[in-house]
């Protein structure tokens, strides 16, 4: 059964860290690109940043670049986003999702899902 699992959402306060982990089971992540996506209260879906499957980053949002970053573990089958500088507009649902195909942007693009992690950012 294939199946993404995400973990580490929680609370924090305006400028504290979180780390987010996407375990996939059921296929091999070494040959996907991996995308996190995120949502927040009545907004659509957004693409946030992708590492391709030879561990080339891109970046969708511009206000995540130089505080999030993407990483992947192809031992442990997982990959993770390491969020720092959080701010309060980052609080949102976050989604890993994963694409045989080069990265993109849209989430139409991505094959699997998680079913996501809540992180929220306030004081």
């Known amino acids: 059964q294939v199946q993404l699992v995400e973990s580490g959402g929680g609370l924090v306060q305006p400028g504290g860290s979180l780390r987010l982990s996407c375990a996939a089971s059921?296929?091999?992540?070494?040959?996907?690109?991996i995308g996190w996506f995120r949502q927040a209260p009545g907004k659509e879906r957004e693409g946030v940043l992708c590492?391709?499957?030879?561990?080339?980053?891109?970046y969708y949002v511009d206000s995540v670049k130089g505080r999030f970053t993407i990483s992947r573990d192809n031992a442990k089958n997982t990959v993770y986003l390491q969020m720092n500088s959080l701010k309060p507009e980052d609080t949102a649902v976050y989604y890993c999702?994963?694409?045989?195909?080069?990265?993109?942007?849209?989430?139409?693009?991505?094959?699997?899902w998680g079913q996501g992690t809540q992180v929220t950012v306030s004081s």
């Open positions: 059921g296929f091999t992540l070494d040959y996907y690109a």
């Open positions: 999702a994963a694409t045989s195909l080069p990265c993109g942007w849209g989430p139409y693009e991505y094959d699997y």
């Open positions: 590492i391709s499957d030879s561990d080339v980053s891109l």
